[in-house]
Protein backbone atom coordinates (compact mmCIF):
# COMPACT_ATOMS: atom_id res chain seq x y z
CA UNK A 1 0.00 0.00 0.00
CA UNK A 2 1.40 3.11 -0.89
CA UNK A 3 -0.43 6.85 0.88
CA UNK A 4 -0.04 10.20 -0.92
CA UNK A 5 -1.27 13.01 1.24
CA UNK A 6 -2.02 16.28 0.47
CA UNK A 7 -3.60 19.27 1.32
CA UNK A 8 -1.70 21.44 3.92
CA UNK A 9 -0.48 24.80 3.62
CA UNK A 10 -0.34 27.92 5.61
CA UNK A 11 -3.73 29.45 7.08
CA UNK A 12 -4.08 31.93 9.70
CA UNK A 13 -5.81 30.87 12.75
CA UNK A 14 -9.26 30.48 13.01
CA UNK A 15 -9.15 29.16 9.23
CA UNK A 16 -9.92 25.74 7.90
CA UNK A 17 -7.76 23.03 5.46
CA UNK A 18 -8.43 19.93 4.14
CA UNK A 19 -6.19 16.90 4.06
CA UNK A 20 -6.63 14.01 1.62
CA UNK A 21 -4.76 10.55 1.88
CA UNK A 22 -4.96 9.06 -1.29
CA UNK A 23 -4.13 5.27 -1.11
CA UNK A 24 -3.13 2.54 -3.58
CA UNK A 25 -4.40 -1.02 -3.47
CA UNK A 26 -7.70 -2.98 -3.08
CA UNK A 27 -8.15 -3.48 -0.14
CA UNK A 28 -8.20 -0.30 1.38
CA UNK A 29 -11.65 -0.44 2.21
CA UNK A 30 -10.41 -3.38 4.77
CA UNK A 31 -7.88 -1.14 6.40
CA UNK A 32 -8.23 1.27 9.07
CA UNK A 33 -7.08 4.63 8.65
CA UNK A 34 -5.59 7.00 10.76
CA UNK A 35 -3.45 11.10 11.08
CA UNK A 36 -0.92 11.72 12.91
CA UNK A 37 0.90 14.70 13.42
CA UNK A 38 4.12 16.08 14.65
CA UNK A 39 5.69 19.66 15.69
CA UNK A 40 9.28 19.96 15.96
CA UNK A 41 11.12 18.56 18.60
CA UNK A 42 8.16 16.06 19.78
CA UNK A 43 7.02 12.87 19.11
CA UNK A 44 4.62 11.96 16.44
CA UNK A 45 1.12 12.52 18.29
CA UNK A 46 -2.37 10.41 16.77
CA UNK A 47 -4.74 12.80 15.94
CA UNK A 48 -7.82 11.05 14.40
CA UNK A 49 -8.76 6.96 13.03
CA UNK A 50 -11.75 5.23 10.84
CA UNK A 51 -12.44 1.85 10.72
CA UNK A 52 -13.12 0.19 7.86
CA UNK A 53 -17.04 0.87 8.70
CA UNK A 54 -16.29 4.13 9.41
CA UNK A 55 -16.38 4.59 13.31
CA UNK A 56 -14.42 7.41 14.26
CA UNK A 57 -12.07 8.38 16.82
CA UNK A 58 -10.31 11.53 18.00
CA UNK A 59 -7.42 13.07 20.12
CA UNK A 60 -8.97 14.93 22.35
CA UNK A 61 -6.91 18.03 21.41
CA UNK A 62 -8.86 18.20 18.18
CA UNK A 63 -12.14 16.66 19.16
CA UNK A 64 -14.95 19.23 17.61
CA UNK A 65 -13.18 20.73 15.53
CA UNK A 66 -11.53 18.00 13.05
CA UNK A 67 -13.22 15.13 10.74
CA UNK A 68 -11.96 12.34 9.41
CA UNK A 69 -13.85 10.66 7.11
CA UNK A 70 -13.07 7.81 4.09
CA UNK A 71 -14.29 7.37 0.21
CA UNK A 72 -13.46 3.78 -0.25
CA UNK A 73 -14.80 4.29 -4.50
CA UNK A 74 -11.72 6.28 -3.95
CA UNK A 75 -9.47 4.89 -2.12
CA UNK A 76 -9.08 8.12 -0.23
CA UNK A 77 -9.32 9.09 3.90
CA UNK A 78 -10.03 13.10 4.46
CA UNK A 79 -9.07 15.37 7.36
CA UNK A 80 -10.93 18.39 7.63
CA UNK A 81 -10.10 20.97 9.85
CA UNK A 82 -12.09 23.77 10.81
CA UNK A 83 -10.58 26.30 13.66
CA UNK A 84 -7.38 25.54 13.35
CA UNK A 85 -5.29 27.29 16.14
CA UNK A 86 -1.13 27.79 16.12
CA UNK A 87 -0.50 25.01 18.36
CA UNK A 88 -1.98 22.90 15.51
CA UNK A 89 1.14 23.35 13.23
CA UNK A 90 3.01 20.29 12.78
CA UNK A 91 3.74 17.78 9.72
CA UNK A 92 0.74 15.79 9.26
CA UNK A 93 0.94 11.67 7.99
CA UNK A 94 -1.72 9.53 7.05
CA UNK A 95 -1.18 6.07 7.45
CA UNK A 96 -3.16 2.71 6.83
CA UNK A 97 -3.38 -0.05 9.45
CA UNK A 98 -3.49 -4.06 8.09
CA UNK A 99 -6.70 -3.79 10.16
CA UNK A 100 -9.96 -3.04 9.99
CA UNK A 101 -10.05 -1.94 13.46
CA UNK A 102 -8.88 1.45 15.31
CA UNK A 103 -5.93 1.78 16.89
CA UNK A 104 -4.47 5.61 18.66
CA UNK A 105 -0.77 3.91 18.35
CA UNK A 106 1.52 5.06 15.75
CA UNK A 107 2.82 1.71 16.48
CA UNK A 108 0.58 -0.44 14.91
CA UNK A 109 0.35 1.37 11.44
CA UNK A 110 1.77 -0.63 8.65
CA UNK A 111 1.99 2.12 5.63
CA UNK A 112 2.90 5.54 6.12
CA UNK A 113 2.48 8.65 3.60
CA UNK A 114 4.84 11.37 3.44
CA UNK A 115 3.94 13.84 5.35
CA UNK A 116 2.37 17.06 4.64
CA UNK A 117 2.92 20.21 6.12
CA UNK A 118 0.46 22.85 8.17
CA UNK A 119 1.28 25.67 9.54
CA UNK A 120 -1.07 28.14 11.55
CA UNK A 121 -0.35 31.71 11.92
CA UNK A 122 -1.50 33.57 14.96
Known amino acids: VQLQASGGGLVQAGGSLRLSCAAS????????MGWFRQAPGKERDFVAA???????YYADSVKGRFTISRDNAKNTVYLQMNSLKPEDTAVYYC?????????????????WGQGTQVTVSS
Open 95 to 111: AARSSPYYSGSSLLYDY
Open 25 to 32: GRTFSSYA
Open 50 to 56: ITWRGGT
